[in-house]
């Protein structure tokens, strides 16, 4: 599946990897000890935020979303 913006997908594509090795290879074999795929993914996501602002893609409410993002406060 391509990214939401066409220069971003080739970053998707090595995110997509280095994740499902991680995944596969170290987190369902017991060993949970961090993502080495953070900066790659901090990368993407970044390009995803500037293609979505080129695009005038709207998003409110989905900031909270992603790594190290916390979710909003519910207001209870």
């Known amino acids: 599946m391509n990214?939401?913006?066409e220069a971003c997908t080739d970053m998707k594509r090595e995110y997509d990897q280095c994740f499902?090795?991680?995944f596969a290879?170290?987190?369902l074999k017991g060993d949970g000890s961090?993502?080495?795929c953070t900066d790659l993914f901090k990368r993407y996501q970044q390009?995803?935020?500037k293609a979505i602002k080129e695009k005038e893609?709207?998003?409110e409410?989905?900031?909270f979303m992603g790594h190290g993002k916390d979710k909003?406060?519910?207001s209870s």
């Open 3 to 5: 990214s939401v913006g």
């Open 20 to 22: 499902n090795r991680w």
């Open 34 to 36: 961090g993502d080495p």
């Open 57 to 59: 893609i709207p998003i």
């Open 61 to 63: 409410g989905l900031e």
């Open 72 to 74: 909003p406060e519910s």
């Open 47 to 49: 390009c995803v935020q």
């Open 25 to 27: 290879e170290k987190f």
